[in-house]
């Protein structure tokens, strides 16, 4: 069992810059591949970025986001960041932490354990 509170949101003018945190629970963190997804109104929740639990901790991004966002975890201290940077005013929605198990997912079906989300708002 995984449970995680994200932190960090808030309201941000575009061109700037927010980091997201989220806190895991659970002893076998580390076992987990980690992943940001967003949800904005009206749409349909969508990948952000993902960190395999791999000793590589290879990292993946949607295109919309690449080059702008890094996604980073501490398994010492069970956390997972996401750095957003040079904010768009379509990047506003809820931002939600997600563990899997498998290696590497794209996909929000295949995400097990899933926080209460944290809304970014990004004013243009």
């Known amino acids: 069992q995984v449970q995680l509170v994200e932190s960090g949101g808030g309201l941000v003018q575009a061109g700037g810059s927010l980091r997201l945190s989220c806190a895991a629970s659970g002893r076998t963190f580390s076992s987990y591949s980690m992943a940001w997804f967003r949800q904005a109104p009206g749409k349909e929740r969508e990948f952000v970025a993902g960190?395999?639990?791999?000793?590589?901790?290879?990292?993946y991004y949607a295109d919309s986001v690449k080059g702008r966002f890094t996604i980073s975890r501490d398994n010492a201290k069970n956390m997972v960041y996401l750095q957003m940077n040079s904010l768009k005013s379509e990047d506003t929605a809820i931002y939600y932490c997600?563990?899997?198990?498998?290696?590497?997912?794209?996909?929000?079906?295949?995400?097990?354990?899933w926080g209460q989300g944290t809304q970014v708002t990004v004013s243009s």
């Open positions: 960190l395999s639990k791999s000793s590589s901790w290879t990292t």
């Open positions: 997600a563990a899997t198990a498998r290696t590497r997912s794209l996909n929000r079906w295949e995400y097990d354990y």
